[in-house]
Each structure stands twice: as structure tokens, then as C-alpha cells.
């Protein structure tokens, strides 16, 4: 047994010995469910919580978090065990702080209690749905982007709405149903806010619950959408903090630091950021007494972070394992790793809206905090998902250089360094250890023998990048870059 584990747990009784600093800043017990969150990931609990308490706190307002979750009953019972407290450190380059956050209010396991998830989405005082559900919780198709209504989960649920007797089990099903049945209900407004990083989020969160609904077998389906057209809004928004998943040497840092043991704690940089479109029907979260915008568009911002800052982070991610780095830290170390960012923030500048914007600068405080020593943000977490992240962070940008008639060198030594990752291992993984929903399709395009060229157009086609594949300079000019980036070589 470690000292840590030996300490008392952190709970509300406990956390009133702390340190007044290192307490939460409102007390949790006064607050009410007004903010539904689905996806009870570290990212969430640092940042959406982090804003929603300190807004509290300055307003005097109440608002709490129930957080759902998908999949992790971990997370939940961890969550539940603390009563929903939870402590956050800072971790900015020697000066690590730690306190304790007091905004989650319960914590519920979706498919254990699908009926609590509905009887809050019913509650008139619950104002506010936000998701962290990553690009795989939407079952978008990579082609259009509208629900793909042959994925698994999907038609599972589909199906169950014909009869009414089993629950749904996707977060969009849950989602769809809250909806009908607050419609018929109080009808209240709401508005559902998607924190994921997809360009255009908000509406593609509102394509994907339509879709469903429209693909039920709900006989109201069409009052039921046509009641959403002004009771439910779906404000686009862009999030920001780097926040790596939580490792059990950050567990017993962040007991020690409070004295409490804390199974569930957070540790992220301390730089966030929250934009979020001013297109709300029900009453309006305040966290804009915490720093968050509310603007017209949100477009400029969005695709500047996810362009350069996400985008150059899987760059980092594809080039740094090849190259043996394990985090992102390590990478800005190289003789190149910085090199990287610039080139690559360089490199995708003018594909971004020019109003307001300022690129250069904004690629400059990434290699600030890239750089950071405290954060051990691994890269193999960052190249997960590559099939559902590359369409937003690379094919975008690369497809209107392309158009631009601009060369894409870094775009395409990037891609190279992907289409090296994605290799299959023997115990059916991936090369460096990352994970992808596309992986036995991605293993497929290694089995056989195959012209470089042709594996790249494979993998790009199973990445939903048909045009890209077809483009023979392309495929080109990433295979002729495999050689070096297999040797571990990053040339810029
Ligand atoms: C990262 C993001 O894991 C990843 O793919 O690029 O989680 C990134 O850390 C956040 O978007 C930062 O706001």
C-alpha cells in the first residue's frame, strides 16, 4: 500500500479540513441540475467544470453538472466514492497547484439508468446539455458527415424505437428520446452544446440527432422535429486546454498534494480557453464570468485551434513515435520539434479566415506550451482515432491548399509519418501502440503486396478521403517520404 492510499478519501465531509485555497469555490451541496454532460472524461472535469464553478461563484448562481457516461463505470463509481469531488492541478512549469473542484453533482452510468437520463432531460431547470463524447460518440459518416445509420449502435437503437421496450444505448439515441420526451412535456427550451473537436460542431451535432430522429420509427418524429426548430439550439463552440488522460503517478501527486486521497483527479495545463456561439434558446450558462466568450461566429477560432494547434499536436504525434519520442514534451526537445510547429502553423496560415485571426502569434504560444516540462502528454494518445481527427485536422486545410495551387510538404511528410503508424502488429494492434475504430480496415491495406502509392491511396480511402487518394502527385510525394520516416528521420 502506497501512503497515498492510506489517506482518507476525499469526500464533502473531508474536503472541509483542506486548505481554504484548495477547497471548492461554491458549496456543492447548494447547487442544482441545470447542465447535463454526457462523456465524463479528464478533459471535462478540467475544463466545462472548472468554468461552470468559478461562473457560480462569481454570480452567485447555482448551476451543477450530472455528468452521464457512455462506457467507464470506473469513472463513475470513482466519481460517486468522492461524492462527485474531484481536485485539479495546474501544472504550469514548476508550479504545480492543486485544488479541489466543486461543480459535478452527480454522476450517472448511461446504461444503468437511462430513466434518470430522461427524467432530467424532461426537468424544466435543466437548461443546458454539453457532450465530450470524442468524433466516434456522433456515427458520422466520413464521407458526408450526416448519421451513418449502418453503424451497429445506431441501427440497434434504431430498431428498439419501433417497439418502445428496450432502452437506447447511444448517447444520440438517449439524446433523441430526452428530446421527445420533453417535448411532450414542458417543451422548455434547451440548448445542446457539442465540446468535441469538429469543425463545425454544433451543426453537426444537430445533423446527427435529426438524422436519428428522422430514421425512427416514431410516429410524432415530424411534430417532434418541428418543435425542435425553436425550442432546442445547437451553439457551436470551440474548447481548449490540454489535459493528457490521468496516469496513477498523477493520482498519488494530487493525494499528496491535498492530504486526501484522490482516485479521480485531473491534471491538465493552465491555459483553457471557451468560445461558444451566441445562439442560445433556453437561459444562457454564465461562463462568461470565468473568461468564455460568447460570440456571432465561432468559425476563426475553431479552425484556427483545430488546425494548428490539433493539427500540428498529430503531426507531432506520427513523426515523434517514428522518431521514438513518447510525449510531447520529448518532442520539443528534437532539433526539429519545434522546427515542426512553425513549418506546420506556416504552412496551413492561409487556410484560415483572415478576420481577427493572428497565426503567427497563436502558433508562437503553442510552442510555449507544447514545451511545457510539467505535462506528459503521450503521443500515442494524440495518434488514436487518426481516421476520425485527420479529416479534421489535415484534409481540410489540405484540400484548399491544393485548390490555392500552394504546396503542402509538411501536410504530406505528416501523412507519411501516418501511413507508417498505422501498420498492423502481430497481436492485432498498431504499430506504436495507438487505437483506431477503422483498425482491421487500415490492417487490411498492409496485407498483400502492394505499390507504396497504392497502400497510401488505401489508407487515405479508409480514412474517407476518396479525392485525396485519387490524387496521384499526392500519394506520390507521401510514399516517396516512408523511407525516411520508417528510419526514424524527420526531414522538414
Ligand atoms: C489532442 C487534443 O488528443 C488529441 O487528439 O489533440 O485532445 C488536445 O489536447 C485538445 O484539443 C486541446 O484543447
Known amino acids: 500500500m502506497t501512503t497515498t492510499q492510506a489517506l482518507t478519501r476525499l469526500s464533502l465531509e473531508s474536503v472541509t479540513r483542506l486548505d481554504p485555497a484548495a477547497r471548492p469555490l461554491v458549496e456543492p451541496r447548494s447547487l442544482q441540475p441545470r447542465i447535463l454532460h454526457f462523456g ?19 454570480t452567485g448562481e447555482h448551476w451543477g453538472i450530472v455528468d452521464v457516461e457512455p462506457f467507464s463505470s470506473r469513472a463513475v463509481e470513482g466519481m460517486r466514492a468522492q461524492d462527485c469531488l474531484y481536485s485539479v492541478t495546474d501544472r504550469a512549469p514548476g508550479d504545480l497547484r492543486t485544488r479541489v473542484v466543486g461543480s459535478v453533482v452527480e454522476a450517472v ?24 463524447v470524442t468524433e466516434k460518440g456522433y456515427h458520422r459518416r466520413l464521407d458526408t458527415g450526416s448519421l451513418d445509420t449502418t453503424a451497429a449502435p445506431i441501427q440497434t437503437d434504431l430498431a428498439a424505437t419501433v417497439t418502445e421496450e428496450a432502452p437506447l444505448t447511444t448517447v444520440l439515441g438517449q439524446l433523441s428520446a430526452g428530446l421527445r420526451a420533453r417535448f411532450h412535456s414542458t417543451g422548455a427550451p434547451i440548448d445542446l452544446i457539442s465540446c468535441d473537436n469538429m469543425a463545425g460542431n454544433g451543426p453537426a451535432l444537430a445533423a446527427v440527432v435529426r438524422g436519428f430522429i428522422e430514421a425512427s420509427a416514431w410516429t410524432d418524429k415530424d411534430a417532434l422535429l418541428s418543435w425542435m426548430t425553436h425550442a432546442v439550439s445547437f451553439p457551436a463552440t470551440i474548447v481548449d486546454r490540454i489535459v493528457p488522460a490521468t496516469t496513477d503517478e498523477d493520482r498519488d501527486l494530487a493525494s499528496s498534494a491535498l492530504g486526501l486521497r484522490d482516485d479521480v483527479p485531473v491534471l ?34 475553431q479552425l484556427m485551434k483545430l488546425r494548428l494547434l490539433n493539427g500540428s499536436h498529430s503531426a507531432m504525434a ?3 513515435l517514428a522518431a521514438g519520442c513518447r510525449t510531447v514534451a520529448d518532442v520539443l526537445t528534437t532539433d526539429w520539434g519545434e522546427a515542426l510547429v512553425r513549418e506546420f502553423g506556416g504552412e496551413v496560415a492561409p487556410t484560415l479566415p ?3 485571426t493572428d497565426p503567427a502569434a497563436y502558433v508562437e504560444d503553442l510552442v510555449v506550451r507544447f514545451r511545457n516540462p510539467a505535462m506528459r502528454h503521450l503521443l500515442r494518445q494524440i495518434g488514436s482515432d487518426g481516421t476520425l481527427k485527420l479529416p479534421e485536422r489535415w484534409f481540410g486545410p489540405l484540400r484548399e491548399l491544393r485548390a490555392l495551387g500552394r504546396p503542402s510538404p509538411v501536410l504530406e511528410l505528416a501523412l507519411a509519418a501516418w501511413v507508417h503508424a498505422t501498420a498492423p502488429t502481430a497481436d492485432g494492434g498498431q504499430r506504436y501502440g495507438t487505437t483506431d475504430p477503422a483498425a482491421p480496415t487500415l490492417a487490411s491495406c498492409w496485407s498483400g503486396t502492394m505499390a507504396p502509392t497504392q497502400r497510401v491511396a488505401a489508407l487515405l ?3 474517407g478521403a476518396e479525392d485525396l487518394a485519387a490524387a496521384t502527385d499526392l500519394t506520390t510525394a507521401i510514399a516517396q517520404r516512408l523511407d525516411a520516416v520508417s528510419a526514424g528521420k524527420v526531414e522538414l
Open 109 to 132: 452510468l448511461l446504461n444503468e439508468d437511462p430513466s434518470r437520463v430522461r427524467t432530467l432531460l424532461t426537468d424544466p431547470e435543466l437548461a443546458t446539455v454539453t457532450l465530450t
Open 40 to 58: 465524463l472524461g479528464a478533459f471535462h472535469r478540467a475544463h466545462q467544470a472548472v468554468y461552470t464553478e468559478a461562473a457560480n461563484a462569481v
Open 354 to 356: 483572415k478576420a481577427g
Open 268 to 301: 491538465g495545463e493552465p491555459y483553457r480557453q471557451w468560445v461558444l456561439e451566441d445562439a442560445f434558446v433556453g437561459p444562457r450558462p454564465l461562463w462568461n464570468h470565468d473568461g468564455a466568450l460568447y460570440v456571432p461566429d465561432v468559425a476563426p477560432y
Open 318 to 320: 506520427y513523426l515523434g
Open 461 to 463: 480511402t479508409a480514412a
